[in-house]
């Protein structure tokens, strides 16, 4: 099947400072990325779709200045949480999807964020 | 509406009892796919099995078989023989055909536990 990775798998930083997420497609093309959330023992929580080449899609209540998404290649879309604050702490999962998946996505291993 | 209940919030099994996870959907659709992903402890969520809504064969991989019934709008998973390796959060989802971004619906995910 498709691979996903996604980096860093956990993450502790300080509150005010950003962080940066990266999801990777690794042996497919991936025109499109989705980017999620998951709080404790919760279903996931669509927070944007990035498709290559044009701005994130945001989903009602997300922040788009807060949560930046960049898909500046097919194989590589970002999520950095701008000044994070201990609300942000949270599961982050990126999935990616090609018309050669076959309406599937495939899932990175998340990425746990903690904010002091 | 387009909606995925799972309403077995969470199953505890001895080791090689037989369990179904039930799977229940809505959706205005005709065309439309369902998949089913199981997330472990260590969180990434890994797929299972994909659907189409014009292929209402049964499909059996291994321990794992599903039921899918237009019918009754379920598609509803199986494990023979548990092992406790199956322990998981299971999430069932859909993905309608005319959603062209390609979003995926979310089921709210049964605890599969699975004792020694």
């Known amino acids: 099947g498709a691979v996903v990775s996604q980096h860093p798998s956990r993450v502790i930083c300080k509150s005010g400072t950003s962080v940066k997420i990266e999801c990777r497609s690794l042996?497919?093309?991936?025109?499109?990325m989705f980017w999620y959330r998951q709080f404790p023992k919760k279903s996931l929580m669509l927070m944007a779709t990035s498709n290559e080449g044009s701005k994130a899609t945001y989903e009602q209540g997300v922040e788009k200045d807060k949560f930046l998404i960049n898909h500046a290649s097919l194989t590589l879309s970002t999520l950095t949480v701008t000044s994070a604050h201990p609300e942000d702490s949270s599961f982050y999962i990126c999935s990616a999807r090609s018309p050669g998946t076959q309406e599937t996505q495939y899932f990175g291993p998340g990425t746990r964020l903690l904010v002091l | 509406a387009q909606k995925v209940t799972q309403a077995q919030t969470e199953i505890s099994v001895v080791e090689k009892e037989d369990v179904t996870l039930d799977c229940v959907y809505e959706?205005?659709?005709?065309?439309?796919?369902l998949f089913w992903y199981k997330q472990p402890p260590s969180g990434e969520l890994v797929f299972l099995i994909r659907r189409n809504s014009f292929d209402e064969q049964n499909e059996i991989s291994g321990r794992y078989s599903w039921n899918f019934q237009k019918s009754t709008s379920s598609f509803n998973f199986t494990i023979t023989a548990s092992q406790v390796v199956d322990s998981a959060v299971y999430f069932c989802a859909l993905l309608p055909r005319r959603d062209s971004n390609y979003q995926l619906i979310w089921g709210a995910g049964t605890k599969l536990i699975i004792k020694p």
């Open positions: 042996d497919f093309q991936a025109t499109t």
């Open positions: 959706t205005r659709d005709t065309t439309y796919y």
